[in-house]
């Protein structure tokens, strides 16, 4: 692994740890809430990569990156 691949494979766990934080922030029936001062940025993340579903609940996905990380 080079110098290049080591930054991007640390900015993607970087971005997967974020991704998760928020992801973990959800109400009993499954739907996402973004706390106070993040980034909308992040919510709009999670929906392109398939963690949240168009109407806002979180998705089989979610549950597996969560798992990576211990949240």
Known sequence: MNVH???MASETAVSEIALAK???HHYGDGT???PRG???A???S???QGFISAD???TRR??????????
């Not at 979610?62 to 949240?71: G, M, Q, S």
């Open 62 to 71: 979610r549950r597996k990156l969560l798992a990576r990380y211990d949240l």
């Open 22 to 24: 928020i992801l973990a």
């Open 32 to 34: 996402v809430y973004v």
């Open 56 to 58: 806002g609940f979180v």
């Open 38 to 40: 993040t980034p909308r």
């Open 5 to 7: 691949s080591s930054v």
């Open 42 to 44: 992040l919510y709009r």
């Open 46 to 48: 999670c929906l392109r």
